[in-house]
């Protein structure tokens, strides 16, 4: 099971560009890396997933180095309603019945300052 | 999200009592889940299904129990509540298929207190 570790909390002012880093040293090679977002008092929500080099979408980007050791969730300009947990989850997503892997662990507090 | 529903949606119990949460789902999946979460702790997996005949436990699964009445329903148990079992509880449905990202749809809570 790959072990997942990131800051406990990050601050940033409006308008700028944050990157939040998870290491996860023992990843496997059927493992595929994926970020959630937490409101409080709200369940998650996907923002992203990846398995290597980059992935693009309209909310955000992941970088994944070729080693996969880590990766990084780039979220460009935020603002203050960008305010919430981050969850980083390494895992296989074909892990069958018996076998599932994904654990959310205790995420990154980010707090955007006007 | 609207298409995965959860009762109640708060709740105050007394040590001792049997507490049933509902979920129930609209969007079709096969995957379906229980989490607890507690302050400065994350999301702990108790229960998932990944379909009608299939029951896994998760992370903390002890003084749970779960049944699937329908590719829809997923029921959490509580046979005897005890206060530290007073959290804010998620359900959440997948759908998972070689194609996708089994991405988690997540259910609006429910906050359980157990006195």
């Known amino acids: 099971l790959a072990k997942t570790t990131q800051p406990i909390s990050m601050d940033s002012y409006e308008g700028q560009e944050v990157n939040i880093t998870c290491s996860h040293n023992?990843?496997?090679?059927?493992?595929?890396i994926t970020w959630y977002q937490q409101f409080p008092s709200q369940g998650p929500r996907f923002i992203i997933q990846?398995?290597?080099t980059k992935v693009t979408n309209e909310v955000a980007s992941l970088f994944i180095p070729a080693d996969r050791k880590s990766s990084t969730l780039s979220l460009p300009r935020v603002s203050l309603s960008d305010t919430a947990v981050y969850y980083c989850l390494v895992g296989d997503r074909r892990a069958g019945a018996g076998s599932y892997q994904l654990t959310f662990g205790k995420g990154t507090k980010l707090s955007v300052i006007p | 999200d609207a298409d995965v529903t959860q009762t109640p949606r708060n709740r105050i119990t007394k040590t001792g009592k049997r507490i049933m949460l509902e979920c129930s789902q609209t969007k079709g999946h096969d995957r379906m889940y229980w989490y607890r979460q507690d302050p400065g702790l994350g999301l702990r997996l108790i229960y998932y299904s990944f379909d009608v005949k299939d029951i896994n436990k998760g992370e903390i699964s002890d003084g749970y129990s779960v049944s699937r009445q329908a590719q829809a329903k997923f029921s959490l148990s509580l046979e005897s509540a005890i206060p530290n079992q007073t959290a804010l509880y998620f359900c959440?449905?997948?759908?998972?298929?070689?194609?996708?990202?089994?991405?988690?749809?997540f259910g609006p809570g429910t906050r359980l207190t157990v006195l």
């Open positions: 990846g398995y290597k």
């Open positions: 023992n990843i496997a090679t059927n493992d595929y």
């Open positions: 959440a449905t997948s759908d998972w298929d070689r194609s996708s990202t089994d991405t988690q749809y």
